[in-house]
């Protein structure tokens, strides 16, 4: 059994993808025993009007996904009336989480207008997933070319806001050893593995953080989902951190029918 905290639905602008229709992708995550998939939309990230897009990511899971498929919205703090895309995520369209993408939207997490949407979203009892990147720099679009997402002002962000429940997508370490423990120190942070590289890099992944903040997420359909199971497969991860890391860790966060998010009090 299967939770992947990282599936995008619609097209990805640049190229095809096997799996990039809503009822191929559902069918293809079904055959590999994922019984629940968190679900962003690949309109999210460069068109402008988060309403529709949305709207139309919580139609096609529903339509497609069968209780399997949950829905996490694009909110743009950039565009006006963004505090009325995070309404409608919950409201409307009854999603436990949203999804951002911070170097393609155009700011950082330095930025006050991220810090108002973190607070709103805690507030709500949102999960917040911040993708870190979508994918590797070298293979990106020669006139589309976004840097990673500095995660390094989360902690500070994370501190101001203890309420906030974060997780970290396509998370990479780069050049800082220690930031995932810095961040897993500040608040309630989680990483997904689909873009750790090398032979037992989840396995010492896990050894940094408390693997109770590890996730599966594959990046699929952009990624083979495949490549995230052989991530756990070699990992030497014992049977108990196995079954936490492939669904119960997420789990604790979206139980079984995705309940929507509630608001949560302060100093939860």
């Not at 990511?57 to 009336?81: E, H, I, Q, S």
């Not at 330095?110 to 994918?135: N, S, T």
């Not at 810095?182 to 590289?197: C, I, N, P, Q, R």
Request: with cysteine; glycine share 8%.
């Amino acid at each position: 059994m299967i939770v992947d905290v990282n599936v995008t639905l619609s097209r990805w602008p640049f190229r095809r993808l096997a799996g990039d229709d809503p009822a191929g992708l559902a069918a293809r995550l079904r055959k590999r025993d994922v019984v629940q998939a968190w679900a962003g939309s690949f309109d999210g990230i460069l068109h402008k009007d988060m309403a529709g897009v949305n709207s139309r990511l919580a139609r096609d899971c529903r339509n497609y996904g069968a209780g399997m498929l949950v829905p996490f919205g694009t909110v743009n703090p950039k565009l006006p009336d963004w505090q009325d895309d995070l309404r409608r995520c919950q409201e409307e369209h009854k999603m436990p989480g949203i999804r951002l993408y911070p170097n393609y939207h155009g700011y950082d997490l330095k930025d006050p207008l991220f810090r108002e949407l973190l607070a709103a979203a805690a507030k709500r009892g949102f999960i917040v997933q911040i993708a870190a990147r979508m994918e590797d720099e070298r293979t990106q679009h020669p006139l589309l070319r976004v840097p990673n997402v500095d995660l390094g002002p989360l902690a500070d962000a994370l501190a101001s806001e203890p309420r906030a429940r974060v997780v970290v997508l396509n998370w990479s370490p780069g050049p800082r050893p220690g930031a995932a423990q810095k961040l897993t120190g500040a608040g309630e942070v989680y990483f997904d593995f689909s873009s750790l590289e090398g032979t037992g890099g989840l396995g010492r992944f896990i050894q940094q953080i408390p693997p109770q903040r590890v996730l599966f997420g594959s990046n699929f359909p952009l990624f083979y989902f495949e490549s995230a199971f052989l991530k756990v497969q070699e990992s030497g991860l014992t049977e108990e951190q196995r079954a936490a890391v492939l669904a119960q860790n997420a789990r604790k966060l979206v139980p079984a029918g995705a309940a929507p998010a509630r608001p949560r009090p302060a100093g939860s």
